[in-house]
């Protein structure tokens, strides 16, 4: 066989590889379990807010990607289809209320309906960031209901 052949079969050997690595590993990576997760800080939901809000770097470094479990009283709950939105208010701005948005998993839907504005809940969930307005965190669960 010439010597291209070879190294043409070779090259389609790593291929297939380097393919099959990229579909196991990554493309059909399991999603990570946050109703099950550990937190990995728990605070307040307005201490939560205004690190975020001052503008301080270290709190996008510290709590961005990393699963949270907040306490609070929440202003308002927000509901969709079959989803609901948790909103701790803190701050009025240009756009509305500005604080913390939790998307709860669907599960809590029925949940969510009872949450008043006078009893303190604990919502763990994903924190994605801040969008300079509210801190966004999605795949919530309630803990304490």
């Known amino acids: 066989m010439k010597n291209w052949i070879k190294v043409f079969i070779l090259a389609g050997f790593v291929a297939m590889c380097v393919i099959a690595y990229v579909w196991i590993f990554v493309y059909n990576k399991p999603h990570r379990n946050y109703e099950k997760a550990k937190a990995d800080y728990e605070l307040q939901a307005k201490d939560c807010y205004?690190?975020?809000?001052?503008?301080?770097?270290?709190?996008?470094?510290?709590?961005?990607?990393?699963?949270?479990?907040?306490?609070?009283?929440?202003?308002?709950?927000?509901d969709m289809d079959t989803c609901s939105i948790i909103v701790f208010a803190y701050e009025?701005?240009?756009?509305?209320?500005?604080?913390?948005?939790?998307?709860?998993?669907?599960?809590?839907?029925m949940q969510s309906k009872e949450i008043n504005n006078k009893e303190e809940i604990t919502i763990k969930g994903y924190c994605t960031g801040y969008n300079e307005t509210d801190v966004i965190i999605e795949q919530c669960s309630l803990i304490n209901r």
């Open 50 to 78: 205004y690190h975020f809000s001052n503008g301080a770097e270290s709190a996008d470094i510290t709590y961005t990607g990393k699963v949270l479990e907040i306490t609070g009283i929440p202003t308002y709950v927000e």
């Open 92 to 109: 009025s701005g240009m756009f509305g209320d500005e604080g913390i948005r939790c998307s709860l998993l669907p599960k809590y839907y």
